[in-house]
C-alpha cells in the first residue's frame, strides 16, 4: 500500500484557535484515505510544552516540538521525515485549512492511478464538511504558481519533487527575511520557472480557508514581500504576459483600495512599493 504523509505547521497560538478544525480534518483523513497515512505535526512554540489531545496518541501521528517559527523550515521537517520513511505522497497543511471528504477521495484516485500533482478546490471563507457535496469529476486544469500558489490545496508525489525544499528565508516567520512567496517560488522551481502547468484537478475536491481579516492585516503583513517576489520575477520574465498581468493588477488594486479608503490600504500600497524597488536588498535571497 502506498504511504502519504500529511504534514502540519502549527504555532502553538494558531493551534489554540483553530485547535477543532485542524484535529477533525487529521482524523477524517487518517479514517477514510486508503494509503498508509502519516501524520507529522511540527508544532513552533517557546515553552509551551506538547499539546495536549487524544490524536497524539495516535501511532500514526507523531510530533515535533521546536523554536524555529518558521513555516519554510517546518514544511522542510515535513519533506525530510517523508524521505526517511520511504513516503511516497505528501500533503502539506496548515492549522488553519481543513479538506472535505471530495479532497480525500481525490487522495485515494491519486495514489491509485499514481498520479504525481493533484489540485483541490480551495474555498475561502467556507465551512469543513465531512460530506461530499458533489460528484468527483477528474479535469486537466491549467494552474501558476502565482494566482494557484498555496501548496495545501496541492497532492505531490515525493517522485515529481525530486528533492526540491523550501526556501527557508521565505515565507511567515519569526526569522524569514521575506515574510510571503515561499509557495510562489517553490511551484515556480517545481515547475521549471514556468508560469503555467498542468495538473490533476476536481472542482469537488474542495480545502477549507479561512476568510481574510477585514481590516486587510494579513495584505499588509504580505505586502513588502510580495512587492520584493514581483520585482525579482520580472528581472527574469519581463516579457510574461501572466506575470505582467499580475503585475498590473497587483499595483492597481492597491491603488484603487487607498483610492476608496479601504482599511489599511495606503500602508499596503507603500509596502509594495517598498519591496518592489528592493529598499532593503532583500531580493537576492530569491532564486
Known amino acids: 500500500m502506498a504511504k502519504l504523509l500529511v504534514q502540519v505547521s502549527t504555532t502553538d497560538a494558531d493551534f489554540s484557535i483553530y485547535r477543532k478544525t485542524i484535529i477533525a480534518s487529521l482524523k477524517n483523513i487518517l479514517d477514510k484515505a486508503e494509503a498508509e497515512v502519516m501524520v507529522l505535526v511540527v508544532y513552533q512554540s517557546e515553552g509551551a510544552g506538547r499539546p495536549e489531545d487524544s490524536l497524539f496518541s495516535d501511532s500514526r501521528v507523531d510530533l515535533q516540538l521546536t523554536s524555529n517559527f518558521n513555516v519554510s523550515a517546518a514544511r522542510n521537517a515535513g519533506l525530510s521525515f517523508a524521505r526517511s520513511k520511504d513516503i511516497d505522497y505528501v500533503v502539506f497543511q496548515d492549522t488553519s485549512i481543513s479538506v472535505s471528504d471530495g479532497f480525500i477521495q481525490l487522495i485515494n484516485i491519486v495514489v491509485a492511478q499514481k498520479i504525481g500533482i493533484a ?66 517560488i517553490f511551484l515556480y522551481l517545481l515547475f521549471g520557472r514556468k508560469f503555467s502547468f498542468s495538473v490533476t484537478y476536481s472542482v469537488a475536491a474542495k480545502v477549507y480557508h479561512p476568510a481574510r481579516p477585514s481590516d486587510n492585516s494579513k495584505h499588509l503583513e504580505y505586502a513588502e514581500a510580495q512587492g520584493i517576489l514581483v520585482r525579482r520575477l520580472l528581472s527574469e520574465n519581463c516579457l510574461n504576459l501572466n506575470l505582467l498581468s499580475y503585475c498590473l493588477a497587483f499595483f492597481g488594486n492597491a491603488v484603487f483600495r487607498a483610492i476608496i479608503g479601504k482599511p489599511n490600504s495606503s500602508a499596503i500600497l507603500h509596502r509594495r512599493i517598498q519591496g518592489f524597488i528592493d529598499v532593503k536588498g532583500k531580493r537576492k535571497l530569491i532564486p
Not at 500558489?149 to 526540491?164: C, P, Q
Open 119 to 184: 489540485k483541490g478546490n480551495v474555498q475561502w471563507g467556507s465551512s469543513f464538511s465531512h460530506n461530499p457535496e458533489e460528484e468527483l469529476v477528474l479535469s486537466e486544469k491549467c494552474v501558476s504558481p502565482i494566482f494557484d500558489a498555496y501548496v495545501w490545496s496541492y497532492i505531490f508525489s515525493l517522485e515529481a519533487l525530486d528533492g526540491l525544499t523550501f526556501n527557508e528565508q521565505l515565507g511567515p516567520g519569526r526569522y524569514t527575511a521575506v515574510k510571503a512567496g515561499e509557495d510562489v
